[in-house]
């Protein structure tokens, strides 16, 4: 979003985000393929996971981030949605000079859907980080309690994806995969929505290579 250490203006930035997912659903348009493609813009919205790791999750605290959004929502510049496939990690530094308060439950409420045109794509890596996006979800501010467009997992493997644990090469770990991440999200969110329970749209899985 912005370089550390230089010149930053998170709110144009924003805006000409919104002009780009603007122009190519223009021209998806004047092809006459809008019945089959929909443009939405998105971005991987989420704070570092440890101090330590400078070039890691690289996202400024909160404010840079709010108003990278309010620009993307500014003066109606676009009615596409934003979608926030980052991570719902609260409590930790959150840029190289510590110059901000760190992320809360409230702050990524908002970037994933108090803002007018954004969604929640939460990451479902792993029980953890579903509880984690579960303590957003309970916020419910001013768009009242979230509906996730999806959940996004990491899996290195081809399809056909495992439904169970997967495993993960740039970590060498095992993760969640789409369906297990899925139906995890789903029963966490159970009790708050009950019978009105719906399913997401989306199960999206991005291969993390080393």
Request: proline letters at 6%; one cysteine or more.
């Amino acid at each position: 979003m912005c370089p550390n250490g230089g010149t930053c203006y998170p709110s144009t930035a924003g805006q000409q985000w919104a002009y780009v997912a603007r122009d190519v659903q223009s021209w998806i348009s004047s092809q006459g393929w809008s019945s089959q493609i929909t443009i939405w813009a998105g971005s991987d919205f989420e704070q570092r996971t440890s101090y330590s790791t400078p070039d890691y999750d690289n996202w400024d605290c909160p404010l840079k981030t709010k108003q990278f959004v309010d620009g993307y929502n500014y003066g109606g510049a676009t009615g596409y949605r934003l979608v926030d496939f980052g991570s719902a990690w609260t409590g930790l530094n959150c840029d190289h000079a510590n110059s901000g308060p760190p992320w809360t439950t409230n702050d990524v409420y908002y970037i994933a859907w108090g803002a007018t045109s954004d969604w929640p794509l939460p990451e479902t890596y792993s029980q953890y980080a579903v509880n984690s996006w579960l303590a957003v979800e309970a916020v419910n501010g001013s768009q009242g309690r979230m509906r996730p467009v999806g959940v996004m997992t990491e899996c290195s493997t081809g399809d056909v994806l495992p439904t169970s644990n997967c495993w993960v090469q740039g970590n060498g770990q095992n993760e969640f995969a789409p369906r297990q991440g899925w139906d995890t999200l789903r029963l966490g969110l159970r009790p708050t929505y009950l019978s009105t329970l719906w399913d997401y749209d989306y199960a999206v899985n991005i291969k993390w290579q080393p």
